[in-house]
């Protein structure tokens, strides 16, 4: 352990001082390795456990007194074990904030005792105890720099005398050793990972986001500025005391779309601060988020806008370097090569030409960066020879002196026939025109991005060309320049490379075969359009080739090919259409050219209707297959679905769902759970009994289908008549076994979600119980990438709708974690765990374990959070933990600067976050001194401009906040100033009971001023409340008749003073 804190740790010191740990990754993961490694020893090694150290391992603590319970003496501020060693002292002691430990076994309880703070407490232990093995066993054991004899001392004692503790001292050493070489091993491949950044790299990467910032819509960031003009003579720009903890300089940056971000620059990433101090020139400096790698990075999480405008600009922001000069070097060796001369002006014609089709390559897929494989660019082959680097076409020249060459034999439906470069006719997608090209794309601007894949570059490896690359070259004539069964020879030799090697696949198309294919596929010729499309098939895997083959016009000539009487290359076509389709160009090119209307009518297979699986025929089985294949992958655009739709392709796919066979299956559920995030499918898939075949899927032996039917059931359980039907069919016990399937996470990602939107429904969730979910949920809750994460903690919310629910969840440790996760940054898993722990919070022996976790402050920092989505969960979750906790009024006012957090959120302009708010407030009224403290913030003339609204969640909320807030001095006389009264007159005329109540009430406390009672009854508030007195609902008769009494009093005292 000495070793790999004195080598691998990462420590940070300022002067003479003692080192402290840098706050990296680094360490996190060195530190609980440790932990991991401390708690586990008692159990693992109780005699070794139970040793004395040689000195006590002491450090400065931030437990208090009060965690310490069984098994330790408590007198005032000293806490002492009950276990003592042989000297009669106590093993662990705690004086003041000085914590002393002479034992593992004591230092695993304390592990226990310090819960979430206990990385905190192991890095105050390893700072303070630097080599912490002397302390343990002694000065000899101590971590030395070159050979260490501790080991041979060691076996020498153990030989010399039989004292039981030597030999229990060399197994702590060699279990420590153990330790030590892991924590190194680990810190290895940290290292080996970890790019660090400087006070340079982050100074470059402020300078070019800043060339890009500023008030235009385009921009990237509205400003980006450091918080200190001031650099020291290391680039830093933070103070040197926090300098010492690896941090370089601090920025405000305001993006577009959410409010001013303080942001930290360290060594070991970028992360969130705290942001300005109020009413001082200072920062707070604790971490509030995940660490990000770079500026960039960090605010692609935090920005939508900025990741938008990021794409705009990416072309400029990332530059690709020129290659200007190794093009001309190429060509000029290739003309070398082959003996020929060539003018300069033409080299650079055509490199700019072909960088004009590089950009519009870029650009057509959705601006991602495209490298072309340079395996071959360091040879110089001969012109004829060589593969096509900057075009997927040759140039004019090429091309005629290639003609002449050629032989000219095979018929095609074009006017220059032929197979070879020279007279095979190359689609005009190809030629080295642009703007035809962007405006197409401009067109697409519109089509949703779903699902977008990108362009991977590719590096160069190795100058030796591989064999498979000479292979197929040799082929490459015959392809291009034979006959018709030279043609189908070649094909058929080329499919017996192994294609689903890159090297093959980017060898056919840099040697130019990839044009000769797709033309191949626009011949009379059924022979070379199977083999054809037998290879593109293949090598259509390869998200180059795709992009490729759509540049190239190959998906409209596939298209056509759909309406081939031959059913072979009916299915090889839709099924290279499927591998094509996987980017939104290609998908939209399927559509406008008829494709969807096509792919929907391979389903029609006359085998279709058929009662019995055994009358299914082969061919129309493979043929909806195909065709369904190639649906899946379409319908992740949105206009597609609508064309599938049209084209009649739901009752199709309802048929094909109730055969057997699990091959067309998967893509036939596939499509359908693409297709459910549409209204209209959702109500097609219920309404056509599909559900039924889904549940019954659910238990098939194929996990991909098992995964789609969970899928498509998580997405159609947002209604309930789903909900219910996924009940009868006795959907729910087979998705709660699935849970037991925890190693595919893409499985019990849908799972969970599926579970999570069936649990909305009470009746569902009593099903959960028996099936015991709940209990299975909570084991998941570690260890989970968060988009599984989003759905277990949104199931265990839903699921805490039984109180029998919430305490299952408490008793099987689910809380710790749940609150941990108030932490995170996602913002969709902030939104489920709020409500989670706010409804876990309805339960006061919960609502205990919350408080102890610090739950309800981390719930009120949320409402800092900019997402107004979990802004309102978090204040929903509060309601809750103010009704339950024991002090609740001195709770919430240990918040600084939480109330006026709060009130200040009654100005926002989301109607959700303005009803949670108030239902807050409510809570922190029944306080005398809060109710003071947030009148003194200005929540009454607030409150009173909510009055005029017409949501009837916020008007009971807002009501109730109204009638709690009047208990205070002159309250209810402001709220009469501020025109609050006569709008909620109004409320009663809603149709909803509970607004009725909470209106009452509040209008009863506002009756107890004058004024109030005049502006109440010239609004008609009399007639209104007459006919609630008799209502059944004693607290609305009450408040009413109270009200009405109020107003009669004031009437009659007014009488008297006139008349006497």
Not at 518 to 544: A, F, P, R, V, Y
Not at 700 to 716: N, Y
Request: hydrophobic share 35%.
């Amino acid at each position: 352990m000495g070793a790999a804190l004195a080598r691998a740790a990462q420590w940070t010191a300022a002067g003479s001082g003692p080192g402290t740990l840098e706050i990296t990754p680094l360490n996190e993961s060195l530190l609980n390795q440790i932990i991991k490694f401390a708690e586990g020893f008692s159990t693992r090694h109780p005699q070794e456990a139970a040793f004395v150290f040689r000195e006590p391992l002491e450090w400065k603590t931030q437990l208090n007194c009060s965690v310490f319970g069984e098994g330790y003496d408590l007198n005032g501020a000293t806490v002492q074990s009950e276990a003592k060693g042989k000297d009669g002292q106590p093993l662990l002691l705690l004086t003041a904030s000085t914590l002393r430990v002479r034992s593992f076994d004591q230092l695993c309880c304390l592990l226990q005792i310090a819960m979430e703070k206990k990385l905190k407490e192991a890095q105050a232990c390893l700072e303070a105890n630097r080599d912490p093995i002397v302390k343990i066993l002694g000065p000899e054991y101590g971590t030395v720099e070159g050979e260490d004899m501790s080991m041979l001392h060691l076996l020498d004692k153990v030989k010399k005398d039989d004292d039981p503790e030597t030999e229990v001292k060399m197994k702590i050493f060699l279990l420590l050793r153990q330790l030590d070489l892991q924590l190194l091993n680990s810190s290895l491949k940290h290292i080996s990972q970890d790019v660090r950044l400087n006070p340079a790299a982050i100074d470059n990467e402020v300078n070019l986001l800043k060339n890009f910032s500023g008030k235009g819509e385009d921009t990237v960031l509205e400003s980006l500025e450091y918080t200190s003009d001031y650099m020291f003579s290391n680039g830093c720009r933070a103070p040197p005391w926090r300098q010492v903890h690896g941090e370089i300089c601090y920025l405000v940056i305001k993006p577009h779309d959410t409010d001013p971000l303080y942001i930290t620059c360290s060594t070991a990433g970028v992360f969130l601060n705290g942001g300005q101090l109020k009413g001082k020139d200072d920062i707070d400096y604790e971490r509030k988020s995940d660490v990000y790698k770079d500026i960039v990075t960090f605010l692609r999480e935090r920005s939508p806008r900025f990741l938008e405008n990021m794409a705009k600009q990416e072309y400029r922001f990332f530059k690709e370097p020129t290659h200007e000069n190794n093009y001309q070097r190429m060509e000029i060796v290739e003309s070398k090569v082959s003996g020929q001369s060539q003018d300069l002006y033409n080299i650079t014609e055509k490199n700019v030409c072909e960088k004009m089709k590089s950009s519009a390559a870029r650009r057509s897929m959705d601006k991602k960066k495209l490298e072309m494989s340079m395996k071959w660019r360091s040879m110089g082959l001969a012109a004829s020879h060589r593969p096509k680097y900057f075009s997927d076409k040759a140039t004019k020249k090429d091309i005629e002196e290639e003609g002449r060459s050629s032989t000219v034999s095979l018929k095609t439906k074009k006017k220059a026939s032929g197979i070879s470069s020279g007279s095979v006719k190359i689609q005009p997608a190809s030629r080295c025109k642009t703007s035809g090209r962007f405006e197409d794309i401009s067109k697409s601007s519109s089509e949703p991005e779903e699902d977008e894949e990108q362009p991977v570059r590719h590096q160069e490896r190795s100058t030796d060309l591989p064999s498979e690359y000479w292979g197929i070259q040799k082929l490459a004539k015959y392809l291009k320049g034979g006959n018709p069964t030279a043609t189908v020879i070649a094909l058929c030799l080329m499919r017996d490379f192994n294609l689903a090697q890159e090297t093959c696949q980017l060898a056919i198309k840099d040697l130019g075969c990839l044009e000769v294919l797709i033309n191949l596929l626009d011949t009379e010729e059924i022979k070379c359009q199977i083999g054809s499309l037998k290879i593109l098939k293949e090598i259509s895997q390869n998200i180059l080739i795709r992009h490729a083959i759509a540049d190239l016009g190959g998906l409209q000539i596939m298209v056509k090919i759909l309406d081939s009487p031959d059913k072979d290359l009916k299915c090889l076509a839709a099924e290279t259409i499927a591998n094509v389709a996987r980017f939104k160009l290609a998908r939209r090119t399927v559509r406008q050219h008829g494709g969807i209307k096509r792919l929907v009518g391979l389903l029609e297979g006359i085998s279709v209707g058929s009662t019995s699986p055994t009358l299914y025929q082969a061919n129309d089985t493979e043929i909806a297959r195909c065709g369904a294949l190639a649906l899946w992958s379409c319908s992740k655009s949105t206009k597609n679905k609508e064309a599938i739709r049209k084209a009649g392709g739901i009752p199709l796919l309802a048929r094909w769902l109730k055969c057997s066979h699990a091959n067309i299956l998967t893509p036939v559920v596939g499509t359908l759970q693409e297709c459910a995030s549409e209204p209209s499918y959702r109500l097609a898939i219920r309404t056509e009994g599909m559900i039924e075949n889904l549940v019954k899927n659910l238990s098939s032996e194929h996990e991909e289908l098992q995964m789609h039917c969970a899928s498509a059931i998580f997405k159609c359980a947002e209604d309930k008549e789903t909900r219910d039907l996924v009940r009868q069919h006795g959907g729910l016990q087979p998705l709660s076994v699935l849970l037991g399937n925890s190693e595919n996470k893409q499985l019990l990602a849908a799972v969970t979600g599926a579970i999570w939107k069936c649990a909305i429904s009470g009746e569902n969730v009593s099903k959960f119980r028996e099936y015991k979910t709940v209990e299975a949920l909570v084991g998941l809750l570690t260890d989970q990438p968060e988009e599984v994460l989003v759905n277990i903690v949104g199931a265990l919310g839903e699921c805490c709708q039984e109180p029998i629910n919430r305490s299952i969840i408490r008793k099987c440790g689910g809380i710790p974690p749940l609150v941990k996760y108030l932490t995170g940054t996602d913002q969709a898993l902030l939104v489920n765990v709020t409500k989670a722990v706010g409804a876990c919070a309805t339960e006061p022996e919960n609502m205990m374990i919350i408080d102890r976790l610090d739950g309800v402050r981390l719930l009120w920092s949320l409402l800092k959070n900019p997402n107004p989505d979990v802004q309102a969960s978090a204040a929903w979750a509060i309601c809750p933990c103010i009704e339950n906790a024991k002090d609740a009024g001195e709770m919430v006012r240990s918040f600084v600067g939480g109330l006026e957090l709060i009130v200040n959120l009654l100005k926002s302009k989301n109607k959700e976050v303005l009803a949670s708010v108030c239902a807050a407030i409510t809570n922190i009224a029944k306080d005398e001194e809060n109710l003071a403290v947030i009148t003194d913030h200005g929540v009454v003339p607030l409150l009173s401009k909510l009055a005029n609204t017409n949501n009837d969640k916020l008007r009971r909320h807002l009501a109730e906040a109204i009638s709690h807030c009047c208990k205070w001095g002159s309250n209810r006389v402001t709220f009469g100033e501020t025109k609050a009264v006569a709008p909620l007159v109004r409320y009663l005329k809603s149709n909803d009971p509970s607004v009725h109540r909470a209106t009452a009430q509040a209008l009863y406390e506002l009756s107890e001023d004058p004024n109030n009672c005049i502006t109440m009854h010239e609004n008609g508030v009399v007639k209104l409340l007459l006919a609630m007195v008799g209502s059944t609902d004693e607290t609305l008769q009450e408040a009413a008749a109270g009200c009405i009494a109020n107003i009669r009093r004031l009437a009659l005292a007014t009488e008297k003073a006139k008349y006497g």
